[in-house]
Protein backbone atom coordinates (compact mmCIF):
# COMPACT_ATOMS: atom_id res chain seq x y z
CA UNK A 1 0.00 0.00 0.00
CA UNK A 2 1.57 3.32 -0.87
CA UNK A 3 2.00 6.43 1.37
CA UNK A 4 -1.11 8.26 -0.55
CA UNK A 5 -3.29 5.68 0.39
CA UNK A 6 -2.89 5.78 3.78
CA UNK A 7 -3.02 9.47 3.72
CA UNK A 8 -6.24 8.80 2.07
CA UNK A 9 -7.50 6.25 4.82
CA UNK A 10 -6.26 8.59 7.92
CA UNK A 11 -7.89 11.66 6.08
CA UNK A 12 -11.06 9.87 5.92
CA UNK A 13 -10.98 7.96 9.55
CA UNK A 14 -9.80 11.61 11.38
CA UNK A 15 -12.62 13.43 9.47
CA UNK A 16 -15.22 10.80 11.29
CA UNK A 17 -13.43 11.04 14.80
CA UNK A 18 -13.51 12.71 17.46
CA UNK A 19 -11.66 15.97 17.68
CA UNK A 20 -7.96 15.02 19.61
CA UNK A 21 -7.79 18.43 21.19
CA UNK A 22 -4.06 18.14 20.46
CA UNK A 23 -1.83 17.39 17.49
CA UNK A 24 0.10 14.14 16.59
CA UNK A 25 2.26 13.25 14.12
CA UNK A 26 2.94 9.73 12.20
CA UNK A 27 6.69 8.94 11.14
CA UNK A 28 7.22 6.87 8.60
CA UNK A 29 10.71 7.98 8.28
CA UNK A 30 10.62 9.35 4.80
CA UNK A 31 7.56 10.18 4.64
CA UNK A 32 4.85 12.15 7.53
CA UNK A 33 1.20 12.76 8.54
CA UNK A 34 0.36 15.76 11.06
CA UNK A 35 -3.17 15.38 12.59
CA UNK A 36 -3.79 19.09 13.94
CA UNK A 37 -6.72 17.84 16.42
CA UNK A 38 -6.67 21.90 18.55
CA UNK A 39 -9.52 23.22 16.18
CA UNK A 40 -13.07 22.12 15.16
CA UNK A 41 -12.19 19.31 13.36
CA UNK A 42 -8.85 16.81 12.97
CA UNK A 43 -7.05 18.46 9.75
CA UNK A 44 -4.95 16.26 8.00
CA UNK A 45 -1.62 17.42 6.09
CA UNK A 46 1.87 15.97 4.93
CA UNK A 47 3.80 19.25 7.12
CA UNK A 48 6.75 17.78 9.51
CA UNK A 49 5.84 19.62 12.56
CA UNK A 50 6.52 19.60 16.03
CA UNK A 51 3.71 17.63 17.88
CA UNK A 52 2.29 16.80 21.14
CA UNK A 53 2.66 13.23 20.51
CA UNK A 54 4.64 11.72 17.32
CA UNK A 55 4.10 8.02 16.44
CA UNK A 56 6.84 6.66 14.81
CA UNK A 57 6.05 3.39 12.37
CA UNK A 58 6.73 1.49 9.54
CA UNK A 59 4.22 2.02 6.65
CA UNK A 60 4.05 -1.90 6.89
CA UNK A 61 3.45 -2.62 10.91
CA UNK A 62 0.73 0.34 10.21
CA UNK A 63 -1.14 -1.18 7.41
CA UNK A 64 -0.87 -4.20 9.64
CA UNK A 65 -2.73 -2.17 12.57
CA UNK A 66 -5.35 -0.56 10.65
CA UNK A 67 -6.20 -4.29 8.84
CA UNK A 68 -6.01 -6.05 12.31
CA UNK A 69 -3.19 -8.31 11.57
CA UNK A 70 -0.82 -6.77 13.86
CA UNK A 71 -2.20 -5.90 17.44
CA UNK A 72 -1.17 -2.19 18.19
CA UNK A 73 0.23 -3.12 22.03
CA UNK A 74 2.44 -6.07 21.08
CA UNK A 75 3.76 -3.93 18.39
CA UNK A 76 4.40 -1.64 20.70
CA UNK A 77 6.22 -3.69 23.73
CA UNK A 78 8.38 -5.49 21.14
CA UNK A 79 9.74 -1.56 19.71
CA UNK A 80 8.28 -2.15 16.64
CA UNK A 81 6.12 1.40 17.27
CA UNK A 82 8.06 4.16 19.02
CA UNK A 83 6.13 6.78 21.02
CA UNK A 84 7.33 10.80 21.95
CA UNK A 85 5.32 13.19 23.68
CA UNK A 86 2.02 13.10 25.46
CA UNK A 87 1.39 8.81 26.05
CA UNK A 88 -2.55 9.53 26.56
CA UNK A 89 -2.84 11.02 23.13
CA UNK A 90 -1.29 7.66 21.50
CA UNK A 91 -3.76 6.01 23.40
CA UNK A 92 -6.62 7.48 21.27
CA UNK A 93 -4.98 6.37 18.17
CA UNK A 94 -8.10 3.38 17.97
CA UNK A 95 -10.35 5.90 17.22
CA UNK A 96 -8.45 7.29 14.46
CA UNK A 97 -7.64 3.59 12.87
CA UNK A 98 -10.82 1.96 12.49
Known sequence: MAFETILAGLTASAGKAPVLGKTLKFDFGDNKIFIDG?????IISTDDKEADCTVSVSQEDFIGMTNGSVNPMTAFMSGKIKV?????LAMKLQTLLK
Open 84 to 88: KGDMG
Open 38 to 42: TGDSN
